[in-house]
């Protein structure tokens, strides 16, 4: 699927369904949110929420008292969504429509996060591409979140990639260190369940 494409599949999803008909909703991100308490970061730290899309992420972390946090997606119907949900704390949130295989970061970030993003890209060249711009824009750690290979070959009518912890390991080994994994059960809104796969991986220091 072409860039033009994608933007105009998930456009089209967030224009036609609300978050309980959708399967990657989540009332409390609590598994995300979990890893970003463990790296023991400051309040200024620069968090990106990749494909956050309308999740409740950003929410919480502003909660949190975060204050510097970017929420990227590709759907600007997502994050008109998000931003409507928020009201006023919407302006103390950095918005980016994007794809993520265009996106060019003017900086850098402490936390990337990606629930859900990475696994819908499939062939070589994409992942390359994104392993290079994560790469190049995590000055300190990353959290993944895919599909295992437990859990659904395809989201949203995508095919998308599966994953087990050596595999997502053996993607960002050349730069990043794996601290830990987790695999969770996600209940969708309509009662199935989403085996998930969780890694942190850490910059590793440029010798």
């Not at 992420?57 to 931003?83: H, M, P, R």
Request: net charge negative; with cysteine; aromatic share 10%.
């Amino acid at each position: 699927m072409d860039d033009i494409n994608r933007k105009k599949h998930w456009e089209t999803v967030y224009e036609t369904k609300n978050p309980d008909q959708v399967s990657w909703t989540q009332e409390i991100p609590k598994t995300s949110l979990d890893f970003i308490s463990s790296l023991g970061v400051t309040k200024d730290a620069k968090i990106i929420d990749i494909g956050g899309g309308d999740s409740k992420l950003v929410d919480y972390l502003l909660e949190k008292g975060f204050e510097n946090i970017t929420v990227l997606d590709i759907s600007e119907k997502a994050i008109e969504k998000a931003q409507k949900r928020l009201g006023d704390k919407a302006k103390k949130v950095n918005w980016i429509i994007s794809d993520i295989l265009d996106f060019q970061p003017a900086t850098t970030f402490d936390i990337w996060h990606d629930r859900a993003s990475f696994h819908f890209l499939t062939t070589d060249q994409q992942i390359s591409k994104y392993i290079n711009l994560a790469t190049k824009s995590v000055k300190g750690f990353m959290i993944i979140g895919t599909f295992s290979t437990d859990g659904p070959k395809k989201c949203s009518g995508l095919e998308i990639k599966q994953y087990n912890e050596q595999a997502l390991t053996d993607e960002f080994k050349n730069d990043f260190e794996k601290i830990t994994c987790v695999t969770e059960d996600h209940k969708t809104p309509f009662d199935t369940t989403q085996n998930f796969l969780f890694c942190s991986f850490k910059k590793k220091e440029i010798l």
